[in-house]
């Protein structure tokens, strides 16, 4: 298996600009995580999903972000409109949901809003 | 609280020892988990215990629980300059949420 994939691997965007970000999990894992790492806050968990559909958004910043898992096999982060303060690492990460089962994460999405 | 913990930094000479505390919050977490996040990574899963060990050792990897204290070790032996990296301890609560400590940044001095 490829593993948990994230695109893009960079993004470079100016405040006020929509970003898409996307994430492709491990085929037959039924939970997605998004989470967020900076140097200030450590990786702090967005939302996440179980089936495709959202359990736990309370780690979303606020309303301008969203996000989406129409299928098992496709997840997006969006942000609009972006902020300096969203620059960070956005990482997905995906896992089966039975107890033993691990979580394996994508290479992430450097953002750099200016 | 929810807040995982671990020190920040951490140096050791390679070929020595290096020991990596984490505590959690959650005792009736089932599963702690140990990710290694070398720079411009993801996280690579290490090593993981399940709540009913105390001792979970693979090659140099040494793993140590204490669920009264909630205190969990990672123990890297002869370390290497290659060890070096963020290490992450994670629990697995109930909800199958996974929450990550601070991580703490491993420097291996030749």
């Known amino acids: 298996d490829a593993g948990v994939i994230q695109s893009p691997r960079h993004e470079v965007t100016e405040m006020g600009q929509e970003v898409t970000l996307r994430c492709k999990p491990i085929?037959?894992?039924?939970?997605l995580f998004w989470y967020r790492q900076t140097m200030m806050r450590g990786l702090e968990l967005l939302i996440y999903f179980n089936n495709n559909v959202p359990i736990d958004d309370s780690g979303m910043p606020e309303d301008r972000f969203s996000a989406k898992m129409p299928n098992a096999s496709f997840s997006t982060l969006k942000i609009q409109p972006s902020e300096p303060r969203d620059s960070a690492v956005y990482f997905c990460a995906s896992a089966r949901g039975l107890a033993n089962e691990k979580l394996f994460f994508g290479s992430g999405t450097q953002l750099s809003v200016l | 609280g929810e807040d995982v913990e671990q020190s920040l930094f951490l140096s050791v000479r390679e070929g020595d020892s290096s020991v990596i505390n984490c505590t959690y919050t959650?005792?009736?977490?089932?599963?702690l988990y140990w990710y290694k996040q070398e720079p411009g990574a993801g996280l690579q899963l290490l090593t993981y215990?399940?709540?009913?060990?105390d001792m979970k050792q693979d090659q140099r990897l040494t793993v140590l629980l204490n669920k009264k204290d909630k205190h969990l070790s990672l123990r890297i032996a002869d370390t290497q300059t290659g060890d070096s990296a963020i290490y992450f301890c994670a629990e697995r609560r109930t909800g199958n949420q996974f929450y990550f400590g601070t991580g703490t940044s491993l420097t291996v001095i030749p």
């Open positions: 085929s037959g894992h039924d939970y």
């Open positions: 215990i399940f709540s009913n060990m």
């Open positions: 959650d005792s009736s977490s089932t599963y």
